[in-house]
């Protein structure tokens, strides 16, 4: 799986370039937002029925205030679009013995995307942000351990987004990273 996590990092990184240089194309709210997804080749995913959040992983840090409106618990937002998502695929949320945990994390600052790395080690440390945001969406197995799919978006920081825009890039990028979970 660190192959696989190696190269979804990678793919951020480049991708990031990529939506740096459409900057001035973006014509929609949505449209600098790009997602990528690993999966765990060994692992069959539809064979994962029941999920529960890891708390002590799901982290919002914006220190900036450029990702979220003030009056926006983004937190619970996101939460409860990952879990739509994940009850569309079968999965549904158990208080006990989990098959699966979900971990999130957006990160708004390339300085705490930093830090980050510093504590996580090896899972993240050729991730190279560029001051983009990002939400990382990662499903692991509560018995081994192992991650068994990771994805993860990013757009742009947009400090003057509505409430309703913020809503709307949220859902899209999780609408999209769920599409990429293998049945």
Sequence with gaps: MKIVLNRIISLLSVATLGAALCLSCASTPTSDI?????????????????????TSAALLR?????????????HSELQFLINKKLREHG?????ESPSLLVFMLIAADVKDLEEIKAKR???????????????????VDAHTGKTVWLGAAEGDLRGSNSLEVAKERLAYAVDKLFDRLPH
């Design 91 to 95: 999965m549904t949320e158990a208080q």
């Design 62 to 74: 914006d220190q900036t205030g450029a990702w979220v409106p003030k009056g926006m618990d983004t």
């Design 121 to 139: 080690g090896e899972a993240v440390t050729s991730f190279d942000p560029v001051g983009k945001g990002a939400l990382i969406v990662e499903l």
């Design 34 to 54: 790009k997602v990528h997804s690993a999966a765990d080749a060994k692992s069959n995913l539809a064979a994962y029925k029941t999920y529960a959040w890891d």
